[in-house]
């Protein structure tokens, strides 16, 4: 098919269809909307917990899909092939928050950083994912930016808002794998800051071996973990048990637990309650970016993130991009990302 968007259902992220999408060269495009050709995304375990947290944060609104079903957010590359929105030129590329989909239709409205899509259903929604940058013609770091940019920009506010408490100086890092908590490691680590990071077996030697842990222990060791005091726990995986074994085993050198992700999908949400220690927070990253760029200004944000995603990439020779072309690479990747397989070293790139 020429046009296709992949859907995911709701209450089961293991069941997807491809179905068929408008033909893009007749696309009837209402005053103010453009159409854009998706180029292409990186898929990350970041993608499998918009899927799993779609309802309680609202990640399954930003593009509509059929009752029961969604389209997941991915982030990358695109192109407007068609457009009736004025300042919104055809053959305008940008990167930003896309569906996994060959098209999409926007209404882009030029903004004083880059296009805002002002769709009537994304008006809710938080303006970090309706915002989108022009982007040069392709390059070569292209891959990079889509893989590592949305996943880092959330380890580099974590690092930022753990920072600000000075007695926090151990993390431990669930779902170590996952790209976010593997750029916190970096980030904390060149702070002085000890990280051990909790996998799965299959994991913890590769992972240990990047060199961006100071430990690496499998889930099953979470429960005799010694740590010391001001110990801050950072949950990517959302699976109760590990939260529960982590706060048993640290009790009082608990500082801080905080919920950032739910790679672990099938796992059963939230924590028993009560929990020794503090009992676990959300951190939502555009809460503390809306609070830096309240106090530094956002072109502060942005070039103090550009040099911390430059270091990581700089450190990271061990990173292998693996590319997937079409719907049926698309399936493909997605199944390693969503049953846990993708290696901790590789980054997977979708061009539709």
């Known amino acids: 098919m020429a046009a296709w968007d992949l859907l995911i259902d709701r209450k089961d992220l293991r069941v997807t269809k491809l179905a068929p999408a408008p033909d893009p060269q007749a696309a009837d495009l209402a005053g103010g909307q ?9 898929l990350t375990a970041n993608n499998i917990t918009y899927g799993a947290m779609g309802d309680a944060f609202g990640y399954w609104k930003f593009f509509p899909a059929p009752d029961g079903w969604g389209r997941i957010p991915v982030w990358g590359f695109a192109t407007v092939v ?6 919104v030129a055809e053959g305008l590329r ?5 569906p996994m989909s060959t098209h999409v239709v926007m209404q882009l409205v030029p903004s004083r950083d880059g296009y805002v899509d002002r769709s009537p259903h994304r008006a809710e929604l938080p303006p970090t994912y309706n915002a989108y940058n022009a982007a040069e013609a392709p390059g070569a770091d292209d891959d ?4 590592l940019r949305p996943l880092l920009m959330t380890s580099f506010l974590l690092d930022d808002f753990l920072g600000e408490d000075a007695a926090v100086r151990t993390l431990v890092l669930s779902s170590a794998s996952s790209k976010t908590a593997m750029g916190l490691a970096f980030y904390a680590r060149s702070r002085g800051v000890k990280v051990v990071g909790l996998s799965s077996p299959a994991n913890v ?4 071996g990047l060199g961006l842990y100071d430990q ?12 010391g005091p001001g110990t801050a726990y950072v949950d990517f995986a959302g699976d109760r048990a ?9 009790g009082g050198d608990l500082a801080r637990s905080l919920i950032v992700g739910g790679t672990h999908w099938e796992a059963p949400r939230g924590a028993p309650q009560p929990l020794p220690g503090p009992q676990p927070v959300l951190f939502f990253a555009p809460d503390q970016i809306r609070k830096r760029a309240g106090e530094w200004g956002m072109a502060e944000v942005d070039a103090r993130f550009r040099k911390a995603l430059a270091a990581f990439v700089a450190g990271a020779p061990w990173l292998k991009l693996v590319q997937h072309k079409g719907a049926e690479g698309l399936e493909a990747a997605y199944a390693t990302v969503l049953e846990g397989r993708a290696a901790p070293d590789e980054g997977h790139i979708v061009r539709p």
């Open 216 to 227: 690496v222990v499998s889930y099953a060791e979470a429960g005799s973990l010694k740590t």
């Open 34 to 42: 453009v159409l854009l050709a998706v180029e292409s995304f990186a």
């Open 205 to 208: 030697a590769r992972l240990a």
């Open 94 to 98: 940008l990167f930003g928050y896309l």
């Open 144 to 147: 990079y930016r889509s893989l």
């Open 242 to 250: 590990t939260t529960a074994a982590v706060h048993e085993a640290l």
């Open 82 to 87: 068609a457009s009736r929105a004025e300042g």
